[in-house]
């Protein structure tokens, strides 16, 4: 959970520690499960976690990523609650619906490629109905960059940088 180390304490010890009753390695499928676990950050219990799996290896692991929350005078209390989907080794998405009290639901979504020759993302938001402005509203954006064989001797390749942005009105 952190590369921070605990202080006072031995350098070994970490801040966050996650003790689990029972604790899974798949080896094959590259995947640990924990059961009846705890975390607790400086040896104080802070979060229980009845089931918990993690990859084993540097390997990206579909699931759910940490909740955010928060709060302001805009949105008032915010939860964000992000799914991360690998969807092959150079392809991924990221969904994260949000609930904001004073503005209603927040549906955000990300798609990312990465190839030898180019890259890009994809990025998308949809408000049905902002209760602040008594309307729905979208936000769209897309960047692609990469590069153009020209197929010319000597000739070095095109590079080409896209940029494009979209969005229900100029406040949003």
Same mark, same amino acid.
């Given at each position: 959970?952190?590369?921070?180390?605990? =202080?006072?304490? %031995?350098?070994?010890?970490?801040?966050? +520690?996650?003790?689990?009753?029972? +604790?899974?390695?798949?080896?094959d499928e590259?995947?640990?499960?924990?059961?009846?676990?705890?975390?607790?950050?400086?040896?104080?219990?802070?979060? %229980?976690?009845?089931?918990? *799996?993690?990859?084993? *290896?540097?390997?990206?692991?579909?699931?759910?990523?940490?909740?955010?929350?928060?709060?302001?005078?805009?949105?008032?209390?915010? +939860?964000?609650?992000?799914?991360?989907?690998? +969807?092959?080794?150079?392809?991924?998405?990221?969904?994260?619906?949000?609930?904001?009290?004073? &503005?209603?639901?927040?549906?955000?979504?990300?798609?990312?490629?990465?190839? %030898?020759?180019? =890259?890009?993302?994809?990025?998308?938001?949809?408000?049905?109905?902002?209760r602040l402005?008594? &309307?729905? &509203?979208?936000?769209?954006?897309?960047?692609?960059?990469?590069?153009?064989?020209?197929?010319?001797?000597?000739?070095?390749?095109?590079?080409?940088?896209? *940029?494009?942005?979209?969005?229900?009105?100029?406040?949003?």
């Amino acid at each position: 959970y952190t590369t921070c180390r605990r =202080q006072p304490g %031995p350098d070994w010890l970490p801040a966050w +520690i996650l003790r689990a009753a029972n +604790i899974t390695l798949d080896n094959d499928e590259d995947v640990g499960v924990a059961t009846n676990a705890v975390l607790s950050f400086k040896g104080i219990p802070v979060l %229980p976690v009845p089931t918990i *799996s993690f990859p084993l *290896s540097e390997k990206r692991k579909s699931g759910l990523l940490p909740p955010t929350i928060g709060v302001d005078n805009v949105n008032g209390v915010e +939860i964000t609650q992000p799914y991360y989907w690998n +969807i092959a080794p150079n392809r991924d998405a990221t969904f994260f619906p949000a609930f904001m009290s004073k &503005r209603g639901v927040d549906l955000g979504g990300e798609f990312r490629y990465l190839e %030898p020759a180019y =890259q890009g993302t994809l990025r998308a938001n949809l408000m049905p109905g902002d209760r602040l402005r008594d &309307r729905g &509203r979208w936000g769209v954006a897309f960047n692609h960059l990469g590069g153009l064989d020209m197929g010319l001797t000597g000739m070095r390749d095109l590079r080409v940088n896209l *940029s494009l942005n979209r969005v229900s009105d100029d406040n949003y």
